[in-house]
């Protein structure tokens, strides 16, 4: 399978404690975006880098998320002090080219629930 | 406001039927415009992007209107298969997307 994979595909963890997703992007792609999703809502933009550098965090993203592209290949999203409104579904995304967007090629998504 | 505001829905549709839904964009400075789809509890996939002279993918027409910063898309002789929330999305280093339009297709 040479999409986008995602680990893990589901995690529940108790208030305050940390997690972290791991994304593996498709190989010959140099941009990797991450998207947090909400039952009714559209996929809400967290982060991307292009190769291993972060070229932009969403405002909406809290000091307690971190994201990390070693060496432009695969990605690690850590939540830390994690609260019940971090309960949603975590999509990586990844795509080719260097300016304008091409298509998103997405993962199947790691749904974190906090109890 | 939101960047991209689309109407939920829900279109309930028989066979057939045609359904058009629209959303609107509030980035001017917005370069790509597309419609993805995603099926009940699965990841978004690209259905089409959005070209300003207007498109056609077999049954699936989309439009953009950059003036009045709105997208639509029309879905002809309905299917099944077509059941899905269609999620409206414009780009410029980054994707937006809408809170979909949900289509339900009933035999």
């Known amino acids: 399978d040479t999409g986008v994979s995602q680990d893990p595909r589901h995690k529940i963890t108790k208030r305050g404690q940390n997690v972290t997703f791991r994304c593996d992007p498709i190989?010959?792609?140099?941009?990797l975006y991450w998207y947090r999703q909400t039952l009714g809502q559209g996929p809400e933009f967290l982060t991307y880098?292009?190769?291993?550098?972060?070229?932009?965090k969403s405002r909406l993203l809290s000091d307690r998320f971190s994201a990390e592209r070693p060496k432009g290949s695969f990605s690690t999203l850590e939540i830390q002090r994690t609260e019940q409104g971090d309960s949603a579904m975590y999509l990586c995304?990844?795509?080719?080219?260097?300016?304008?967007?091409?298509?998103?090629?997405f993962g199947e998504g790691s749904r974190l629930t906090v109890l | 406001r939101k960047e991209v505001e689309q109407d939920p829905g829900p279109f309930n549709v028989p066979e057939g039927a045609t359904v058009a839904f629209n959303c609107t964009y509030s980035?001017?400075?917005?370069?790509?415009f597309f419609w993805y789809r995603q099926d009940c509890r699965k990841e978004p996939k690209l259905l089409m992007s959005?070209?300003?002279s207007g498109n056609e993918d077999g049954r699936f027409t989309a439009q953009l209107n950059r003036a009045s910063q709105y997208i639509s898309l029309l879905i002809r002789d309905s299917k099944l298969s077509d059941s899905a929330t269609y999620l409206c999305?414009?780009?410029?280093?980054?994707?937006?997307f809408g809170a979909g339009t949900t289509v339900t297709v009933r035999a």
């Open positions: 959005v070209y300003s």
């Open positions: 999305v414009v780009s410029d280093y980054k994707l937006s």
């Open positions: 995304a990844s795509s080719a080219g260097t300016n304008s967007i091409g298509e998103l090629f």
């Open positions: 980035n001017s400075a917005s370069q790509s």
């Open positions: 880098f292009q190769n291993e550098a972060q070229l932009e």
């Open positions: 190989s010959e792609h140099n941009r």
